[in-house]
């Protein structure tokens, strides 16, 4: 009965999006924040290392690669979408605390 149901019309196309979405902040994020420049200009101004960020966005698409390769086995699968909301979390943070700072 269970096997039966399958995730499919909007919903899937609205979680392939937030996952896609995310994983492309966190390409920007990884090298946005390996730029010397960019490293340069926070030195001073945020409290944590730019390693915080780029670790978080790092596992996310580990994990989203992983899940690729080992397609067939569920927890695999089930990964990304599990350290998807900490990944976008902190990608927006890093855009709102480096990218885009509030002027003071």
Known sequence: M???????GPVWLLAT??????AVLAIFVIVDSLRPL???SV??????PLWAYTAVQ????ATLGLA???AGISLASAAPVAVAPFALAT????LLRAVFPRER
């Open 2 to 8: 269970h096997g039966d149901v399958v995730l499919g």
């Open 17 to 22: 999006a937030f996952i896609m979405g995310t």
């Open 38 to 40: 960019r490293r340069s």
């Open 58 to 61: 790092f596992a996310f698409l």
């Open 68 to 70: 690729q390769i080992l």
């Open 91 to 94: 990608g927006v943070a890093y």
């Open 43 to 48: 030195a001073g101004r945020l409290p944590e």
